[in-house]
């Protein structure tokens, strides 16, 4: 069944409180051990020598850092109910931080939306240690290496896939998955079909605001990317974003 989401005003009341929120660092050994496969990671060679040139080049803003270049691992709250899926580490964000979406424009764009909707302790998130904790939201990607001009190949998004598996099968309490772009909706749709609970995905157009009850008994939620590209030209707002995760709260509510 599909709906599309509807428009809702931009004034938010603030989050009502709903549990107490995770301890920062305290994570189930399953996920400890799947972040630390992630984190060694050499699957892929061209993302690899990739994340590991762009470390050593760096950009003059960023000149005194010390990049992460790694596998970025999963963030968030793993007794969530809403997982963002989202394409790939940014090449001087997260591969430069070691943590999705964090010290970059796209980041920039979602974390104050996610701080308005109740699912993150403050709007800003700039390094691994800024202290910033999700409620009942897990962010994942894709891949797990910055890719050259955010284009993973087939080959290395097949390489990663195994562990979205694992995250998706650990992540019990997640009713609704947020896919930011199109290969992050497929990633899903692509997971599902490994699994044998999904044998064609004719039925899932992806569309900004679409959402779709899955066979595995979750939503899945699209959302147009909150790259640079999509919101400097206005394809994607604030208040649509906002509006995709109004809407995931109720769905998870449900």
């Not at 290496?145 to 190949?153: E, G, L």
């Not at 605001?209 to 939503?219: E, I, L, V």
Request: glycine share 8%; aromatic share 8%.
């Amino acid at each position: 069944m599909t709906s599309i989401a509807t428009p809702l005003t931009d004034t938010v009341k603030p989050p009502r409180a709903r549990r107490q929120p995770p301890q920062p660092g305290r994570l189930p050994l399953w996920l400890e051990k799947l972040n630390q496969e992630v984190i060694a990671c050499v699957r892929c060679p061209r993302l690899v020598s990739y994340r590991e040139q762009i470390a050593r080049e760096k950009r003059r803003a960023y000149r005194d850092w010390e990049y992460w270049a790694k596998g970025v691992p999963g963030f968030g709250d793993p007794n969530a109910r809403v997982i963002i899926l989202g394409l790939a580490p940014g090449a001087h964000g997260s591969n430069r931080t070691g943590r999705p979406f964090t010290g970059d424009a796209s980041g920039n764009f979602m974390y104050p939306v996610l701080y308005e909707t109740g699912f993150a302790s403050q709007p800003q998130a700039t390094d691994r240690n800024d202290g910033l904790v999700l409620r009942d939201l897990y962010i994942t990607a894709a891949v797990r290496c910055a890719p050259p001009d955010n284009k993973p190949s087939p080959q290395e998004l097949a390489n990663c896939a195994p562990y979205l598996d694992k995250e998706l099968a650990g992540l019990k309490n997640a009713k609704v998955i947020v896919a930011l772009g199109k290969i992050g909706f497929d990633a899903y749709l692509n997971s599902l079909k490994r699994k044998g609970e999904l044998k064609t995905k004719t039925p899932y157009v992806f569309q900004h605001g679409a959402n779709y009850k899955m066979p595995d008994g979750r939503t899945l939620l699209a959302s147009y990317h909150p790259s640079n590209q999509n919101t400097q030209t206005g394809k994607l707002t604030r208040s649509m974003l906002v509006t995709i995760f109004q809407q995931a709260r109720r769905l998870a509510d449900q």
